[in-house]
């Protein structure tokens, strides 16, 4: 079955070509305006498409992946008046999209999302270093006729794109009666939009042929995405809120120089906190620093989206982190039995013909990864494999070692495509020390050899509040783990 994602333009599934030499998929994303810190719903987007990514290439893709940067936007320059008010515009709004930009990239790698510095098949394009080709792009359009000079400032005329509103379902002549040309615009029609600004005073310019001003948001990633990727790539994605006006104007503007652009628009829900709209003034903004620093866990978040398919809206709720920490524990105390088998100097006989067992569970894996990133439905092929590891634990089949070997290594694989990365003991900087840990466990089998079972209980108790979890196997070993 070939992988296939909705496209919100035709409104349907559409199939990326099979792999025959490992061939390029080319996927360009709308990234971050960075002028504040990323919330949990910037994680959402990051997450999403870079587990298409990691999919893409487990399924033998090779993946050229393009997300931009705006760093030249309104946001941006009050929020350079804000924090340096002092200073040079223009110095300012270097300072200031740098330094959010490096707080994105922060959050990404703590979260354990790839940018471009530690991938090289990931590209970066910022704005500001895109000036020169958008005013080409714009002399181009309006060479076409597809856009006009007034006053300084560039427009498109949207009269010129008959099947503007295709990707949002929208008419025209629904659009127009309700649009309205607010104070200071110089355009023909209501719904042109800005291709170039002419600058106000103490604002960031570059010089254009028509005057010192800055380019209109869309323009740029009609301009960065085709000038990466070419006039006709795969994949464009983005948020849902994006569909209108942003990326029904990045078509108008690409077909406008006749170009393909993107074969499949791929558009994700937006997260919601407790079924409110995340927002400063409602008091409910998680910025990806603070849900880190209440949970210590990135995997948690990780299970929220898995758990929603991407392209639905998804709720952020107490409830729903409770269910991620299950989720997690149940992975967990499955990854820590297999550490403690294979671990062993004298590793378990493995027989090939073994893997057979696991074969059905990644049928069904990339069966539901294949039909449009089901994760919600691949997640759970992951907890039945779960479930059918602990019962081979249990059980006395003499060839079950060698089944849970290629079992641990799906699971493994499957967990590193939804990039979980769990939590080792040997990693832990918080609370009490793994040795501490490792000689209370030999103190406790020491009173139970000496049938002591109050004394060794109480220090299993001890431990369990401060967030120890002993577990007894079968075998009359104890391993443990952090409690989440």
């Known amino acids: 079955m070939p992988i296939s994602i909705y496209s919100s333009l035709q409104k349907r599934k559409i ?11 080319k996927i360009y994303v709308c990234g971050p305006t960075v002028y504040d810190e990323p919330h949990i719903g910037h994680a959402r987007s990051a ?3 870079d587990l298409l990514r990691r999919y893409l290439k487990y399924r033998g893709y090779r993946v050229k992946f393009v997300r931009n940067i705006t760093d030249v936007d309104d946001k941006i320059i009050e929020k350079a008046r ?17 330094k959010y930009l490096d707080l994105y990239h922060q959050a990404l790698a703590k979260i354990g999302i790839s940018n471009s510095s530690d991938d090289p098949d990931i590209i970066e394009p910022k704005a500001s270093e895109y000036i020169d080709k958008m005013v080409s792009f714009i002399e181009e359009l309006i060479g076409r006729g597809v856009a006009y000079e007034s006053s300084g400032d560039v427009y498109f005329d949207i009269k010129k794109a ?29 719904l042109d939009f800005a291709l170039w600004k002419k600058a106000k005073d103490d604002e960031p310019s570059w010089p254009s042929p028509w005057s010192q001003g800055r380019p209109g948001w869309h323009i740029e990633c009609s301009v960065m995405s085709t ?19 942003h990326h029904e104007n990045e078509i108008a503007q690409a077909e406008g120089l006749d170009k393909g652009f993107a074969n499949i628009w791929m558009h994700h829900g937006l997260l919601s906190i407790n079924g409110q709209k995340m927002a400063k003034s409602l008091g409910n903004f998680v910025t990806v620093g603070e849900f880190l620093y209440k949970y210590k866990n990135a995997d948690l978040l990780k299970l929220i989206f898995l758990s929603g398919h991407y392209s639905q809206p998804l709720d952020f709720t107490d409830e729903k982190i409770e269910e991620a920490k299950k989720a997690y524990e149940r992975i967990d105390i499955l990854m820590h039995k297999f550490n403690d088998v294979f671990s062993s100097p004298k590793a378990p006989p493995v027989n090939s013909e073994d893997a057979l067992f696991i074969k059905p569970f990644k049928e069904q ?11 919600p439905r691949a997640l759970a092929v992951l907890f039945e494999m779960i479930n059918a590891c602990n019962k081979f634990f249990e059980s006395e089949e003499e060839t079950k070692l060698s089944k849970l070997y290629f079992a641990r290594e ?4 499957i967990t590193a495509i ?17 040795k501490e840990v490792e000689r209370l466990i030999k103190v406790r089998a020491a009173y139970k050899s000496q049938k002591r079972y109050f004394a060794a209980d109480e220090i299993r108790k001890d431990l369990e509040k401060k967030g120890i979890i002993l577990e007894d196997t079968k075998e009359g070993k104890t391993t443990w783990r952090k409690k989440l």
């Open 365 to 375: 894996f990339i069966k539901y990864m294949n039909d449009d990133l089901n994760t």
């Open 162 to 190: 008959p099947a503007y509103g295709k990707l949002s379902n929208q008419s025209l002549d629904h659009l127009e009666a309700g649009a309205r040309i607010s104070p200071g615009e110089n355009k023909n029609n209501p």
């Open 82 to 98: 804000k924090e340096l008010g002092s200073e040079d515009i223009n110095s300012a709004i270097k300072k200031v999209s740098a």
């Open 418 to 434: 939804f990039g979980l990365g769990f939590l080792k003991k040997e990693d832990s900087k918080d609370g009490i020390p793994d």
């Open 227 to 245: 000038d990466i990727l070419g006039d006709r790539f795969d994949i464009h994605g983005g948020g849902i809120d994006l569909i209108f006006p």
């Open 47 to 49: 997450y999403i498409f």
């Open 15 to 25: 199939q990326l070509y099979e792999p025959l030499v490992h061939p390029e998929v």
């Open 410 to 413: 799906a699971i493994k694989e």
